[in-house]
C-alpha cells in the first residue's frame, strides 16, 4: 500500500521500456493491397489518403517495397475487368488475383501472399456470392455460393497463394473450402477465416477502393449484427471446428472486446483495422488535430494487447517505417 507501494518508479524515462508489456514488431502487419486488371498507372483512392490501386504491371515492384521495408505479408484485392451474375472472373486462371500472385511470387518469393476469397468485386450485383429469388427478392444462395467459394480457394492456391482468407460470412465456407484445398492436392494451404465479420459502417472507402458496393438492399443478411458479441465467438468457434487455422476479427478498433474473446479459443487471431478507420486517423492528422504517427501507433498496441496476433492494416507500411526509426 502507498506510500511503501509506488507504481511510478517503473515510469522512470530509463526503466520504461524494461517493463513494456506488450511490443508491435514488423512480424504482426499484413499489408492490404488493390489491385486493378485494366489500370495502366497508379490510381489514389481518394477516400483513402496514401493509397492507390495498382496495375497488374506493378505487383512485383510493389511487392518488392514493402519486403524493403520489413513487410512480410500482403492481403490481395482485385478489380476485374468485368463482372457478372456468377463471378466468372473470379475463377479464372488468368484472373486479376491469379496474376498478381504469379506476379509476386516471382519477384519476391519470400513475400507471404494471402487472397481474399469473396465474389463481391467480380459480381455485377455486388453481393458476395449467387442470388437466388425468393419471397423478398433477390438474396444470396447459401450453398450455391459456396461451391463458387470452393473454385475461387482452388484457383488462388494453384497461382501460388500461400493463404487464403475467405471474407463472405457464408455457413459452412470453411470447411467447404478446407476439403476442396484437400481434393486439389493444396492440403499445406492455411485458412484465415473471416470469422467474424461484422456489418459494419466502416467499409466505405473500401468499396470505393475494390469497386465492391451493392446495387441492391444490404448484407445485414450475411455479415454480423455489432451488437452481438456471443454470436461472433459462436461463429469463431465452428469455423475452428469447420478446420481453419486462423480466425480473424473485422473491424479491429472498436470491437477490441470480441478479439480479446476470440483469442481465448486458442488459434492465431488477425485483426483487420479496416479502410474508415484508416481514413478517419488519416483526416484527423492531415486537420492538424492530432499527431497522426503516435495515434497510429497507439491502434498497433491497443489491437495486439486485445490479443491479436497478426494486425491488417493500411499503415502497414509506415508502422513499419517507424518502428526501423526507433
Known sequence: ?????????????????????????????????????????????ASMPGQF?????????????????????????????????????????HGVIQEAIRAIKAAVPGMVVISDLCACEYTDHGHC?????????????????????????????????????????????VMAIREALDAA???????????????????????EAADSGFAFGDRLAYQMNPANGREAVRESE????????????????IYLDVLAKVKEL??????????????MIKAAAQNGWIDEKRVVMESMVSIKRAGADLIITYYAQDVARWLHEQ
Open 1 to 45: 500500500m502507498f506510500p511503501q507501494t509506488r507504481l511510478r518508479r517503473l515510469r522512470r524515462q530509463s526503466l520504461r521500456p524494461l517493463f513494456t508489456e506488450t511490443a508491435v514488431t514488423t512480424n504482426d502487419l499484413i499489408m492490404p493491397l488493390f489491385f486493378a486488371e485494366d489500370a495502366a498507372k497508379k490510381v489514389p483512392i
Open 266 to 279: 486458442g488459434l492465431p487471431v488477425a485483426a483487420y483495422q479496416v479502410s474508415g478507420e484508416y481514413s
Open 129 to 173: 456470392g449467387i442470388l437466388h429469388e425468393s419471397s423478398d427478392g433477390p438474396e444470396l444462395d447459401n450453398d450455391a455460393s459456396l461451391e463458387l467459394m470452393q473454385r475461387i480457394a482452388v484457383s488462388h492456391a494453384s497461382a501460388g497463394a500461400d493463404i487464403v482468407a475467405p471474407s463472405c460470412m457464408l455457413d459452412g465456407m
Open 185 to 207: 492436392k493444396c492440403g499445406n494451404v492455411p485458412i484465415m477465416s473471416y470469422s467474424a465479420k461484422f456489418a459494419s459502417a466502416l467499409y466505405g472507402p473500401f468499396r
Open 53 to 93: 490501386r495498382w496495375p497488374l504491371a506493378y505487383a512485383g515492384a510493389v511487392a518488392g517495397d514493402l519486403a524493403t521495408n520489413g513487410i512480410k505479408a500482403i492481403l490481395l484485392f482485385g478489380i476485374p475487368k468485368t463482372k457478372d451474375a456468377a463471378a466468372s472472373s473470379a475463377v479464372s486462371k
Open 238 to 253: 465452428l469455423d475452428l471446428e469447420e478446420g481453419a487455422d486462423i480466425l480473424m476479427v473485422k473491424p479491429a478498433g
